[in-house]
């Protein structure tokens, strides 16, 4: 990344980002929809009783009384009650009558009382930005004065983990929770089937796990030509179905809606490794489950029945798991070569009077969809499930581009907004050679992750009540740790997070990366979480032309020093401390490169900003 600026144009720029960055700012992520601050603030002491309406606002009460014990070491009180009691009291009010699916949630702090009001799933939000909002200044625990009038943009917010390619703790997918129920997103969509491993146990099927969830080696490098890449080591595990239960019952406590993904027709390689009579042909395989990354022609067979046998019965396993109301059942990238060959899929395409192959996958996901319906739940499914024609109840999400979502909305589908080209986050954040093994073609920095809009501006008001939401996948081929993971998700998640609950007309980016973000990234350093941390605000790797410079720069995690250095190597602590602006002059044919390095209180480290100064 290059660019060639005017010396003054650059310095009114930042002067401008400063000023701007140096107004008081509220802290949570992401930002209400309505948020007025007001004088005063409402102190939390050993006095401060905590009333509730009833046993459903009770446990918030709960909830909000555990953080505030755990992270101010105060005890508080708690009472059922009605809100005028004369007390410092805290009151948590569960409305009636609101819809189950209403998340809304009102927040009014004054000096004297603090009163928080929704249902159930609002009270858990407005719990979660009141634990936000809490200051401890010289052991005063206190929140400022404020009106909050809130409720999200949508109401599908999610990211989408996969552990076909690499599986992690059971430890490690509560931590994602607890960090989606804390930015209000709703949504853990699980990938649990793969070509490279089968990871969800199945009573009625054994071999899909004791087969299916191992590959004999796994591809360590982007190589992908030969086997030069395979370390040759076996791999492989499975979640059982009370560690699921677990989960699933982990998350409900947050409100976090777990959808599990069951890939079909294509993605099934592991699966055929178990059970090969699946496939399609007289006497298929044998398989092996896949070691390299990539996609495989061998596919479940849509002309024998003892397919949708199979199927009906997993996914019968699968919702009695998983309560949720959607069942994702893939439908990416299906080869159809197999199909074209098989004399089972062409006697089906005869008897269904179908097109093609194209239709034959069409009719493959609405047998699929139809009894899912039958077990009153819905099916989504990755943008390909288009192709062919589609049930006007399945919803579509839309991964390969924009356009897939728009023509899915257009054909009334309901959309979740998951493009590669804005909120993948198996994506490059910065240059590959500064970055951990990822996908080389893609791009998604946090910038463009927030700059993102899920709802097309080209679709009609109505075609727009059809986008439901957002979802960022993590495909993990190069994501052998849990580590990489965090690495990858934090802190995009915190901009997912805003463009998924905020209307577009209340974010503000200069408040949220120089404001909010740092002080989130300050209380997410003091956790055993990695993230990635930022560059220093206010430069970025560029080279700048003029005879004299001024360089200011700020942390962009609170709490953060910067390093510098003029000496074409690394910055690190034995360089130059940040305390002030960075003078520059060049004489004519002269040029300086300046490199910065941002260390967390905790001693995590960002990757070096290089600059160059060039005074032609």
């Given at each position: 990344m290059n660019y060639r600026n005017s010396f003054t144009g650059f310095l009114l720029?930042?002067?401008?980002?400063?000023?701007?960055?140096?107004?008081?700012?509220?802290?949570?992520?992401?930002?209400?929809?309505?948020?007025?601050?007001?004088?005063?603030?409402?102190?939390?002491?050993?006095?401060?009783?905590?009333?509730?309406?009833?046993?459903?606002?009770?446990?918030?009460?709960?909830?909000?009384?555990?953080?505030?014990?755990?992270?101010?070491?105060?005890?508080?009180?708690?009472?059922?009650?009605k809100k005028d009691n004369g007390k410092?009291?805290?009151?948590?009010?569960?409305?009636?009558?609101?819809?189950?699916k209403d998340e809304s949630y009102k927040l009014t702090v004054k000096p004297g009382s603090i009163t928080v009001s929704g249902n159930e799933t609002g009270l858990f939000y407005a719990v979660q930005t009141m634990m936000q909002l809490v200051q401890r200044d010289n052991g005063m625990v206190s929140i400022g004065s404020v009106e909050i009038t809130d409720q999200p943009r949508y109401a599908y917010r999610g990211i989408m983990q996969d552990v076909g390619y690499h599986i992690y703790p059971v430890s490690f997918i509560k931590s994602q929770i607890e960090m989606l129920a804390k930015y209000k997103m709703n949504v853990y969509h699980w990938h649990l089937t793969e070509d490279h491993g089968w990871r969800i146990e199945i009573k009625k099927y054994p071999k899909l796990t004791s087969v299916g969830a191992y590959r004999a080696g796994s591809q360590v490098s982007h190589y992908v030509d030969s086997l030069s890449g395979i370390d040759h080591i076996p791999y492989g595990g499975f979640y059982t179905q009370e560690e699921i239960r677990d989960i699933v019952a982990f998350a409900k406590e947050r409100?976090?809606?777990?959808?599990?993904?069951?890939?079909?027709?294509?993605?099934?390689?592991?699966?055929?490794?178990?059970?090969?009579?699946?496939?399609?042909?007289?006497?298929?395989?044998?398989?092996?489950?896949?070691?390299?990354?990539?996609?495989y022609?061998?596919?479940?067979?849509?002309?024998?029945?003892?397919?949708?046998?199979?199927?009906?019965?997993?996914?019968?396993?699968?919702?009695?798991?998983?309560?949720?109301?959607?069942?994702?059942?893939?439908?990416?990238?299906?080869?159809k070569e197999r199909w074209k060959a098989c004399k089972y899929c062409q006697k089906r395409i005869r008897d269904k009077k179908l097109k093609d192959e194209f239709e034959l996958q069409s009719y493959f996901v609405k047998r699929i969809e139809k009894f899912v319906n039958s077990k009153g739940r819905k099916i989504i499914g990755w943008d390909e499930i288009l192709e062919g024609g589609l049930a006007p109840n399945a919803a579509v999400m839309s991964w390969r581009n924009i356009d897939e979502?728009?023509?899915?909305?257009?054909?009334?589908?309901?959309?979740?907004?998951?493009?590669?080209?804005?909120?993948?986050?198996?994506?490059?954040?910065?240059?590959?050679?500064?970055?951990?093994?990822?996908?080389g073609w893609g791009y998604n920095p946090i910038e463009k992750v927030y700059a993102f809009d899920p709802t097309p501006a080209s679709l009609t008001e109505e075609e727009r009540k059809h986008v439901i939401g957002?979802?960022?996948?993590?495909?993990?081929?190069?994501?052998?740790?849990?580590?990489?993971?965090?690495?990858?998700?934090?802190?995009?998640?915190?901009?997912?997070?805003?463009?998924?609950?905020?209307?577009?007309?209340?974010?503000?980016?200069?408040?949220?990366f120089e404001c909010r973000l740092p002080l989130h990234l300050s209380e997410l350093d003091k956790t055993g979480i990695l993230y990635r941390v930022p560059g220093p605000i206010g430069v970025k790797d560029t080279t700048l032309y003029g005879a004299e410079f001024r360089v200011e720069m700020k942390p962009?995690?609170?709490?953060?020093?910067?390093?510098?250095n003029f000496e074409g190597q690394d910055a690190r602590e034995t360089d130059f401390l940040y305390e002030k602006p960075v003078h520059i002059i060049l004489r004519k044919g002269e040029r300086r490169e300046v490199k910065a390095v941002v260390v967390t209180p905790s001693g995590k480290r960002s990757i070096n900003t290089t600059m160059f100064f060039i005074n032609p």
């Open positions: 720029l930042l002067a401008t980002t400063l000023s701007q960055a140096q107004s008081p700012a509220p802290g949570p992520i992401p930002m209400p929809q309505s948020m007025v601050m007001k004088d005063g603030h409402f102190t939390i002491d050993a006095g401060t009783v905590l009333v509730y309406s009833d046993e459903a606002a009770g446990k918030k009460a709960v909830l909000f009384a555990d953080y505030i014990a755990k992270n101010h070491g105060l005890i508080l009180s708690k009472e059922k009650g410092n009291s805290i009151y948590f009010f569960n409305e009636p009558g609101k819809n189950s409100h976090v809606m777990v959808i599990p993904e069951i890939e079909l027709p294509g993605h099934s390689v592991a699966a055929l490794a178990a059970y090969p009579e699946l496939a399609c042909g007289d006497n298929p395989g044998p398989f092996k489950v896949a070691e390299q990354w990539g996609i022609d061998d596919v479940y067979c849509a002309g024998k029945e003892n397919t949708f046998t199979f199927l009906e019965n997993v996914l019968t396993e699968v919702m009695e798991l998983f309560p949720s109301e959607y069942i994702h059942i893939g439908g990416d990238e299906c080869p979502g728009v023509k899915a909305a257009r054909q009334r589908h309901d959309v979740v907004m998951a493009p590669q080209t804005h909120v993948y986050f198996d994506f490059l954040q910065d240059e590959r050679k500064q970055e951990p093994l990822a996908i957002v979802e960022a996948p993590i495909w993990t081929e190069h994501m052998d740790t849990y580590r990489k993971v965090e690495y990858m998700l934090y802190p995009r998640l915190m901009a997912l997070a805003e463009i998924a609950w905020t209307r577009p007309e209340k974010k503000d980016s200069v408040n949220f962009p995690v609170s709490g953060a020093k910067i390093y510098y």
